[in-house]
C-alpha cells in the first residue's frame, strides 16, 4: 500500500493502493482488481464542507475520471457522520471572495459527481444532512446504516435550497415527496428514507455495507462501459444543462442572499444552537 497523490495513479493488478491528497481532507482507496475507487471524507469532527474539502474532493473526481475508474464508492472514515453538510461557516460572516471561491467550488463538484462516466455508490455510514444529502442524492445507488437521518434541511435553517439540490433530489423520489420534504426541511430516518425511495438498502455495519456497494457496481461488469455512461448522460443531460446555463446567476444569488442581515441572523442563530448542544 502506497501513499501518493492521486494524479501519479497508475493501475496495477491486484491488492487494495491507498492515496491521500496533499491536505488529507479526503483518502482515495483503489482496488486494483476491480478498478473500484473508495473515496473516504475525512475531515473531523463532521466532515462539513469547507472550501478545502470541496477543491480535493472536486480534484479527485477529475483524477479518477481520467484514470478511467470502473466504479466510485463515496463514503466517510468518520462513521457516524456521512457529511455535516456545507461548513456554515463559510456562509457565516463570510469574506465575499472566498465565499464565491467557495459555491463555484460546490458547483463544480457537484457537476463532476452528478455526471461521471463511472457508476457511483454513496455509502452513507452517519448522519447526511443538507450538502451531505446532496452528495448522497447524486450517486446512482445509496446504501445507508441504521439510525441515520437524511434529507434536505435548508428551510430549517432559514436558507434556501438551490434548484439544483432541488432537481437532485426529485429525480430521486419525485414531485411531491420532494416538496413535503423540502418545505419542511425534513430529515428522515434511515427506515424512512428507505421507503419513499431516497435510499436503496439498509446495513448494517461497514462490512456489509462496502460488501452491498460492490454488489451494485457489479451489475455493470458486462454492460459496455461506453453505452452505460452515455445513457446516464442522457437521463442526467438536462438537470446538468439547467444548472451549467444558471451558475452565474446561481452564484450570485448565493452571495447576494447570504449576505442579508437576516440570513446571517438565522445562521448565526443555528450555529449557537449547534455549539450549544455539543456543549450540553
Ligand atoms: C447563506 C446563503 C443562503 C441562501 C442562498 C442560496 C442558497 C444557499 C443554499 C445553502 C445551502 C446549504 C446547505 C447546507 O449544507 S447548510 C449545512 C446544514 N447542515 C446541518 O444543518 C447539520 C448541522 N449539524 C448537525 O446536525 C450535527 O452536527 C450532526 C448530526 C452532523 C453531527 O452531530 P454530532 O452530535 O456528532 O456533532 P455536533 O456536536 O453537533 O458537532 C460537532 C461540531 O461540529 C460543528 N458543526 C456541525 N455541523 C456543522 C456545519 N454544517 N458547519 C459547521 N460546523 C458544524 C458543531 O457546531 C460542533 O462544533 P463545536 O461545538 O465542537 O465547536
Known sequence: MAL???????????????????ANLVSVAVNDKTGVATLN????????LNLEILSEISSTLTDLEK????????????????SAGLDIMEM???????MKKFWTTLQDTWI?????????????NGHAPAGGCLLALSCEYRVMFKNCTIGLNETQLG?????????????????????????????FKTEEALSIGMIDEVVENNEEGVA???AFLKRFE?????????????????????????????????????????????????????????KA
Request: aromatic share 8%; with cysteine; charged share 25%.
Open 112 to 124: 463532476k459527481l452528478y455526471s461521471c462516466s463511472f457508476p457511483s455508490v454513496a455509502l452513507i
Open 41 to 48: 471524507l475525512q475531515r473531523p469532527p463532521v466532515n462539513s
Open 67 to 82: 484514470n478511467k475508474t470502473r466504479g466510485l464508492i463515496l463514503t466517510s472514515k468518520n462513521e457516524g457522520i456521512f
Open 159 to 187: 436558507i434556501v435550497a438551490p434548484q439544483w439540490f432541488i432537481s437532485s433530489m426529485r429525480n430521486v423520489i419525485g414531485q411531491r415527496q420532494t416538496e413535503s420534504a423540502l418545505t419542511q426541511g425534513r430529515m
Open 222 to 278: 458486462r454492460i459496455p462501459p461506453m453505452a452505460r455512461a452515455m445513457t446516464k448522460k442522457y437521463i442526467r443531460k438536462e438537470t446538468i444543462e439547467n444548472m451549467v446555463k444558471n451558475r452565474e446567476e446561481d452564484l450570485k444569488n448565493f452571495v447576494t442572499y447570504g449576505t442579508q442581515p437576516a440570513v446571517q441572523e438565522y445562521l448565526g442563530a443555528y450555529l449557537q444552537s449547534l455549539k450549544k448542544k455539543s
Open 92 to 98: 457565516y460572516k463570510p469574506d465575499v471572495e472566498r
Open 212 to 214: 452491498r456497494a460492490a
Open 4 to 22: 501518493r497523490n492521486l494524479s501519479k495513479l497508475k493501475i496495477h493488478k491486484f491488492g487494495i493502493r491507498q492515496f491521500s491528497k496533499e
